[in-house]
């Protein structure tokens, strides 16, 4: 079974400052990684995915997140947040073959506020 | 491209009704399309995934019975909720797969519903 764990209901930043989104995942083969950010009653917006190659993965509104295998992670980051950003962040799971690979696994999701 | 609809993007209905929601595919076409079901600062739950042409799948604890979903060509799904009720009312997102993009889902709107 997949799983997706993000540690933090809600995370302040100022803004201008970094921001970090935490993810953990489990699954028994190899990963494909998403994230996705949510505005009010809107539905889920694409950010960035890593399936195969550079850890590092660069997405859309100037986020990133790097797969770590060892950690089994893949925070979400920023170098400058900004208060547009505030929303409903969701890290999601899939395996890449096999049973798994065929649904999204999502985390709880954390809220992200930008205070001006 | 692959920009996934969602028809109506609210509704409100009397309780005993029945209410349709439409999710259409509209620059590509998908073999499989996912019902979600989110609560408020809740993170989505899987309803039942649907292929066309064929019946949907359901998950664990989720009443086909109440929750129709008909699959009826390759950019359109619908999920129709039968006789609603007040704990009916949700955020209902649909999401569409496309196969060979390393089965990518791109995700609807979503479909506030409440219920009277």
């Known amino acids: 079974a997949q799983s997706v764990a993000q540690p933090e209901d809600q995370v302040n930043v100022a803004e201008g400052n970094p921001l970090t989104v935490k993810c953990t995942y489990s699954v028994s083969g190899n990963p494909y990684l998403f994230w996705y950010v949510q505005y009010p009653n809107r539905g889920l917006q694409f950010l960035l995915k890593y399936i195969t190659g550079d850890n590092l993965v660069k997405g859309s509104y100037g986020f990133e997140a790097e797969f770590n295998k060892s950690q089994t992670s893949f925070h979400l980051k920023k170098p400058s947040a900004l208060v547009s950003d505030s929303a409903l962040y969701f890290c999601?799971?899939?395996?890449?073959?096999?049973?798994?690979?065929?649904?999204?696994?999502f985390g709880k999701g954390t809220k992200l506020s930008v205070i001006p | 491209g692959a920009v996934v609809s969602q028809h109506p993007s609210r509704v409100i209905c009397k309780s005993g009704t029945s209410v349709k929601i439409e999710c259409r595919s509209l620059?590509?076409?998908?073999?499989?399309m996912f019902w979600y079901r989110q609560f408020p600062k809740k993170s989505l739950m899987l309803m039942a995934t649907s292929n066309e042409g064929s019946k949907a799948t359901y998950e664990q604890g989720v009443e086909k019975d109440k929750f129709l979903i008909n699959h009826a060509s390759l950019t359109l799904s619908t999920l129709t909720v039968t006789s609603a009720h007040p704990e009916d009312s949700s955020f209902y997102i649909c999401s569409a797969r496309v196969a060979g993009r390393y089965n990518e889902q791109f995700f609807g709107p979503g479909t506030r519903l409440t219920v009277l």
């Open positions: 999601a799971v899939r395996e890449s073959t096999g049973a798994g690979s065929y649904q999204l696994t």
């Open positions: 620059d590509f076409q998908a073999t499989t």
